[in-house]
């Protein structure tokens, strides 16, 4: 076979990740600049401390003046003095480095939302990185930073995935990738015109597996659909090498066929090198202080003697995280981890990686009391992350964030499906309580009553926040809501805020929940769902501040979404908005150091649409219960909280004087349906004589 041209592999070579990490990391060797910070064990709250309110951006997603690129826009004064005015001190930009793919010397578009990252160059969709710098110095400028995002599991098919194909340098060594001997190439399916790779089906994969090539099939499938993907390994066509060689190769991807697995233990410990030197680069160079660790949990895979390969909770992810977490406190940085795998993982992985951690713990379970008005599922699984000596300051609390809301609940499905739990008085296997819950939720968030969520695969639902509340009020159609349905569904919407807000750690939220964006409709969007992917319609684009009030899309091409509350710094002008009334939960949070509190207790309840967690806030100023209804109904009852001093019970937001707590540790709590409350116990303090 022709061996490629050496000008075309030369041009590669410069394209590449790899290459451009291996220029970085000359910048350190031999120098005092990453010996300055501790950087053996996390700090979760020094993390939380540095920025406790997220804004989660959506590039794709955001509208912006013509003429002016994303960049620019998330750079801008209006909006950096209304998110400031909100509260918000830190955003979190999503991927915006070029991702996709490269054939020939043509740049092909990304697959999965810039998660296929394929350079250390800022995405010309998004702007420059001249751009990006200057965003974050307007961060900086109001006491607050930027958060962006390596992926240390996959890449796109981008120059370094080509260069592995082609047998170039230590490129092969960056991915779980095979040569199958040309012997056994009729074992592996043609590639249909057109296309590149095609997955392999599980017999397929196990007849690979037997003949001594790839580790199997894993224990479950992301994004499995029928015809679509079957298992986690394709296989690309005959591609020429630069030996002149011509090569089958089978590779693994946890997710879409265009993201290959990374191999995270090579003798070239190529990737390793890559992911850091693109950590890097996003700290020294473009001014983040926080990197979000995308898809953190797939770095090990191990073939097994029987049953399918050991991957998640593999040790080599533990040891993958440690380097990176490592690496970035040692540049001065922090790094989170979005980690949906058991309890167990999150626990572990912890340990010397990223700082901190997605809430997948609860995520779940506080949509579940909505939609149920029963929190005993949410109580079950706080009291599950304290027995994992979990702090709950080292979890990201989010609303609506870019991917679906996942109902895999995998720490029932996988360590824990035979294990007992207790739950609606009965006694439940993990896997069949896991069921359950999934019958319950996809009961009321989808089907014919609500025909404006999707499910999304096998992993869970598409929708907004406002869709969720929606569904959780029984509303069958968002285009003729009445006010008393906006007022209602903004309630609660400030409710769900209360619950990821007034507890320890970071709070987070979307440009959709801040303009409370209702789901598209899937026809303006089809083009995109093609692949099964059901996610674009609860992205849909937004303008916050008005930039851009006659633009019906994105730059990308997002259909702009029907929002209830509109622009957030017109929605500062009224006090009775979203916009408003977060402003004013923020400012109680802030000034109390609620995010900084220990959570001490969540005590039980009688209510069952009651949920009360207890907090020692830093400084001894007390200790704070939230108390929060997730149901319509009005309820009052007394809870018990032992070894709690008495004191003055201050209504926060009020700023009123309930009463006294009792001697007993009595507290009263009276609540109007889907409503939060945020008490203070003072203390002992001198009585009035």
């Known amino acids: 076979m022709t061996q490629p041209d050496p000008e075309y592999i030369d041009w590669l070579v410069e394209q590449s990740m790899l290459h451009n990490a291996k220029t970085i990391a000359t910048r350190y060797a031999g120098q005092a600049r990453l010996w300055q910070q501790p950087y053996a064990e996390t700090r979760p709250r020094a993390a939380s401390a540095l920025a406790s309110v997220w804004f989660t951006a959506y590039p794709a997603s955001i509208i912006t003046r013509e003429g002016d690129s994303v960049l620019h826009t998330l750079g801008g004064d209006q909006l950096w003095s209304a998110l400031s005015a909100i509260g918000i001190q830190g955003v979190h930009t999503g991927p915006m480095k070029l991702a996709g793919g490269i054939r020939g010397h043509e740049f092909t578009p990304t697959i999965d939302g810039n998660f296929d990252r394929i350079s250390l160059a800022i995405d010309p969709a998004f702007g420059t990185e001249e751009e990006f710098i200057a965003m974050s110095r307007a961060a900086a400028a109001r006491n607050a930073v930027v958060i962006d995002d390596i992926v240390p599991a996959h890449t796109g098919k981008g120059a370094d995935f080509r260069l592995a194909t082609m047998q170039f340098g230590d490129y092969p060594g960056l991915y779980h990738m095979i040569e199958i001997q040309q012997e056994d190439w009729p074992l592996l399916p043609d590639v249909p015109e ?13 007849l690979l597996r037997d003949k001594g090539y790839i580790v199997g099939q894993l224990r479950r499938v992301i994004f499995f659909e029928p015809g679509v993907k079957e298992t986690d390994w394709s296989a690309t066509g005959v591609i020429g090498g630069v030996d002149g060689v011509a090569r089958r190769w089978v590779y693994l991807h946890y997710f879409k066929e265009g993201q290959p697995s990374l191999n995270w233990l090579d003798p070239t410990f190529a990737a390793q090198r890559m992911i850091i030197g693109d950590a890097l680069h996003s700290l020294d160079t473009l001014g983040a202080r926080v990197l979000r660790l995308d898809a953190n949990g797939f770095l090990g895979v191990e073939r097994r003697l029987q049953g399918p390969a050991w991957s998640e909770g593999h040790p080599l992810s533990l040891v993958g995280n440690r380097l990176i977490g490592g690496m970035v406190r040692k540049a001065g940085g922090f790094s989170f981890q979005e980690l949906n795998l058991t309890v167990d993982d999150i626990a572990a992985m912890s340990q010397g990686g990223a700082d901190l951690s997605y809430d997948f713990i609860t995520r779940p379970a506080y949509h579940h009391a909505l939609l149920t008005g029963d929190t005993e599922f949410l109580r079950l699984m706080l009291r599950t992350m304290h027995e994992y000596s979990i702090d709950p300051a080292s979890l990201i609390h989010a609303l609506q964030n870019h991917d679906e809301l996942t109902l895999e609940l995998v720490h029932f499905w996988t360590l824990h499906a035979h294990d007992t739990y207790s739950l609606g008085g009965q006694s439940w296997p993990g896997e069949i309580l896991r069921e359950h819950l999934r019958t319950q939720m996809y009961e009321r968030l989808t089907g014919e009553n609500t025909p404006y969520n999707l499910r999304f695969v096998t992993n869970g639902v598409a929708c907004t926040s406002v869709s969720v509340i929606a569904a959780a009020l029984g509303i069958r159609d968002l285009t003729q809501l009445t006010d008393e349905q906006k007022q209602q569904i903004q309630r609660i919407h400030l409710l769900l805020v209360m619950y990821n807000a007034f507890q320890p750690g970071v709070f987070a939220l979307s440009g959709w929940d801040l303009v409370g964006a209702l789901p598209l409709a899937p026809a303006a969007v089809e083009a995109l769902m093609a692949d099964g992917d059901t996610r674009w319609i609860e992205r849909g684009a937004y303008d916050l501040v008005n930039v851009n009030p006659d633009a019906a899309a994105s730059q990308a091409g997002l259909p702009r979404a029907a929002t209830l509350y509109g622009p ?13 009334q977060l402003q004013r939960l923020l400012a109680v949070r802030q000034a109390y150091g609620i995010y900084a509190s220990r959570q001490i207790l969540i005590p039980e309840v009688a209510s069952p649409s009651l949920l009360v967690m207890v907090h020692e806030l830093p400084d001894a100023r007390g200790t704070q219960v939230t108390a929060l209804n997730f149901g319509p109904a009005p309820l009052e009852e007394t809870i018990v909280l032992p070894n709690v001093q008495t004191g ?8 009123t004087v309930e009463g006294d707590l009792s001697k007993t540790g009595e507290l009263t709590i009276r609540l109007d349906g889907y409503e939060g409350l945020s008490l203070r116990i003072v203390g002992a303090l001198p009585t009035m004589g």
């Open 568 to 580: 957030i710094n017109e929605q500062l002008q009224r006090p009775d908005s979203f916009a408003s």
């Open 194 to 206: 057109g296309r590149e790779a095609v997955n392999l089906s599980p017999a397929t994969v196990d």
């Open 648 to 655: 003055p019970v201050v209504d926060m937001l009020n700023e």
